[in-house]
């Protein structure tokens, strides 16, 4: 390879030093400093777009003739600024490319590359040489973005604005995605962010990118480092994702502040080991389409959520959350909605504009006291309250309508009565289909004051397992 040839290469790439905030900028790349290279440690990043990546062709240009092929049939894969100058030229790769990093000094550049048919592979050490594709607009296949042992490599591909299969980091330290902040829309988002060769409370402290990203397919976070929680400037336009979100953190990742909408299931998963206990996102989210399960989560508190207004699915809290405040604009439930475990709470009066609840309303051995706060149930596909230790008040549901075929338990509480657990039934509208079962709760009423007489006159008479007042 030609001397110049390298030069050429070299004169226009862009190195970008997350940790230490320094922006390289060399020839042709409008950066802060135009065209000069910033030494001060204290000069913070600016944000790359596409106004910032105007490249001069023309070297490329009067290069790019014959012997310089155009397209690449096959797997490509290139480790060196040597295979990168036989290649340099392709605007298509039939098959899968990686671009791989790890040993150069300087940094790849495909300035003509527009699609790739198979998947695209970025590795990078956490050095700093970056990849930079300023033409790419269609990859087929995957994205898969990988970067370990440091956090300084950059990948570039601002002409990218959408990607229908799956886009995915997987990195153990990497902070940076800006240059994709103009992708607006993917098939699948994929982040595997796991801490590796540093201490938890050193990763990720400001990891930045995919700005620009509007709506997901469906959406996986695995994120593990400490202070992933701190991000404030990373998804920042995520509004939807159209079928399921799983999120598996050891905090709630502010990724998911502005999700407004998610067409299917939401499974959260987070290990608050790190002390603190209350879920940080998800404040913007309206609409769940499917289920929204919380599988093995340590909160004590749920801190979101305050716009929550439909699950169309099952509705299940965390076993041992102390409050359900967020929940006060939770209007309709389209599956099961579980209250049960360790949930702490006196009363469930957040839950006043709960209306709908499809499947079954489950509260199962909680410390809740009373029911008081769903009075504006109107309909439920069934009902069961059991083993609750504490129950004394269970009225409120008394306006709600059970669906014909069902089952209505009220069983083993203490120290709430048959009776009064006979009197809920009897003020529902229970269809004749609908197995109802009263049992194992405090039995006489009398013995406990439950229901007295208003006078002497007046006696008690027990009638079908129903205590009611003589007159």
């Not at 504490?390 to 014909?404: D, I, P, W």
């Amino acid at each position: 390879m030609k001397r110049n040839s390298v030069d050429g290469i070299s004169s226009v790439l862009t190195t970008c030093v997350t940790g230490l905030g320094i922006l390289f900028a060399g020839t042709g790349i409008a950066g802060e400093g135009g065209g000069k290279i910033l030494t001060t440690t204290n000069i913070p990043m600016p944000r790359i777009d596409s106004s910032q990546i105007e490249i001069d062709m023309s070297d490329y240009e009067a290069e790019c003739g014959e012997g310089k092929p155009k397209s690449y049939s096959g797997n490509l894969s290139l480790t060196s600024l040597i295979e990168l100058e036989d290649h340099r030229c392709i605007k298509i790769v039939y098959g899968n490319l990686n671009l791989d990093t790890n040993n150069s000094t300087l940094g790849f550049i495909l300035p003509w590359l527009a699609r790739v048919t198979g998947d695209l592979q970025l590795e990078g050490n956490g050095s700093l040489p970056f990849a930079r594709l300023p033409r790419l607009t269609r990859v087929d296949g995957e994205i898969v973005v990988d970067a370990w042992n440091g956090a300084s490599t950059c990948w570039e591909a601002h002409a990218l604005t959408d990607h229908a299969g799956t886009f995915a980091v997987d990195a153990g330290t990497v902070t940076d995605l800006r240059g994709f902040d103009n992708l607006g829309d993917v098939g699948r988002l994929d982040l595997w962010l796991w801490p590796v060769n540093a201490p938890m409370n050193q990763q990720m402290p400001n990891f930045q990118g995919l700005s620009g990203l509007l709506s997901v397919g469906t959406l996986d976070i695995d994120a593990h480092a400490e202070q992933a929680h701190q991000t404030a400037d990373f998804l920042e336009s995520l509004v939807e994702v159209r079928g399921k979100a799983e999120i598996w953190t050891k905090y709630w990742l502010v990724g998911t502040d502005e999700i407004e909408t998610i067409g299917g299931n939401l499974e959260v998963e987070v290990k608050n080991t790190y002390g603190g206990a209350d879920t940080d996102g998800l404040e913007s989210l309206r609409y769940v389409g499917g289920h929204f399960i919380w599988d093995d989560t340590e909160l004590d508190n749920i801190d979101a959520l305050a716009n929550l207004e439909y699950v169309g699915g099952d509705l299940e809290p965390p076993l041992d959350v102390t409050s359900l405040a967020r929940f006060a604009g939770l209007q309709t439930v389209g599956g099961d909605f579980t209250l049960m475990g360790e949930v702490d709470v006196a009363d469930l009066s957040p839950l006043t504009s709960l209306a709908f609840v499809g499947g079954r309303l489950t509260i199962e051995s909680s410390e809740i006291q009373s029911l008081a706060g769903l009075q504006g149930v109107t309909s439920l596909g069934g009902l069961r309250i059991h083993d609750n230790a504490e129950l004394t008040y269970v009225g409120a549901l008394g306006n709600a309508s059970v669906v014909g075929g069902s089952s209505v338990q009220i069983t083993n509480n203490y120290p709430l009565t048959d009776c009064q657990a006979n009197s809920l039934v009897s003020s529902m509208s229970v269809p004749l289909s609908t197995t109802v079962t009263v049992s194992g709760n405090v039995s006489p009423c009398m013995s406990f004051g439950i229901i007295a007489p208003e006078s002497p006159t007046e006696t008690l008479q027990w009638s079908s397992s129903i205590y009611t007042i003589i007159r």
